[in-house]
């Protein structure tokens, strides 16, 4: 059985699914040599997903799909919860 990834960032899914591939062959550099923003993170991410298999998709954000949507609130009230305790 295959997971579903759902994402409003084709970023996102454009770099775990065909960008990360050269990226590690070229040791986090992107095609411009420079390194990959955020590589920390992507090696994280690549190393969550690779132990499942996983179908990408992605979703245009703020169009009305209902997990998108729900996923946008949560996120919105962490952060809000988050700076009101700091």
Not at 24 to 38: A, H
Not at 49 to 58: A, E, L, Q
Not at 64 to 82: I, P, Q, S, T, V
């Amino acid at each position: 059985m295959r997971d579903r990834f759902i994402t409003d960032s084709k970023y996102v899914k454009q770099g775990i699914t065909e960008w990360i591939i050269k990226w590690k062959v070229n040791g986090f550099q992107n095609s411009k040599k420079k390194p990959v923003v955020n590589a920390d993170l992507w090696v994280q991410l690549d190393d969550l997903t690779s132990k499942h298999k996983i179908n990408w998709f992605w979703v245009k954000g703020h169009a009305g799909h209902e997990f998108n949507e729900r996923a946008d609130l949560l996120a919105n009230k962490g952060l809000d919860d988050m700076l009101e305790s700091s």
